[in-house]
């Protein structure tokens, strides 16, 4: 059986929040959205909205899930998270141990960002989400 890890697709005005994993990190360099594991006894939707506060700076409602995969390299399920902003996002603050660089895309940018992992890739292709 797999653990489970979280990853937040994190919604504003139309836009997908993106980040890139520091150096040093597991999957190093490549875009995803906010992903991380639940700490003990959390709930999946709660790790989804601590992991967006602690990487990025951001206070998010978790709407609900919209996807699961396998992890690449990983013997984790992700399960993934529908979120949208409490407020204007504003400057983020990036938890630069965990990510060198974040970005708001479209639907379309998010899809062509590299590196990415396909499943990342196929989750922004076949799942719009406004």
């Keep these: 059986m797999l653990l489970q890890a979280v990853a937040v697709v994190v919604i ?3 836009k997908t929040l993106l980040v890139r ?4 990190r597991p999957a190093e360099g490549y875009w995803t959205p906010v ?3 639940p700490e003990a006894r959390e709930s999946l939707p709660d ?3 601590r992991e967006v506060f602690e990487e990025v700076g951001l206070a998010v409602i978790v709407e609900g899930e ?3 995969c396998e ?3 990983a013997p984790y399920e992700l399960v993934w998270f529908l979120a949208r902003c409490t407020e204007d996002p504003g400057p983020l603050r990036l938890a ?3 990510v060198s660089e974040a970005r708001w895309c479209s639907w379309e940018e998010a899809a062509m960002l590299l590196p990415m992992f396909d499943a990342t890739r196929d989750f922004y292709r076949k799942h719009p989400i406004s």
């Design 12 to 14: 504003h005005q139309g």
């Design 21 to 24: 994993r520091a150096r040093g």
């Design 35 to 37: 992903t991380g594991k």
């Design 47 to 49: 790790a989804a909205r």
């Design 66 to 68: 919209v996807h699961r």
């Design 71 to 73: 992890a690449v390299g």
């Design 96 to 98: 630069r141990d965990e």
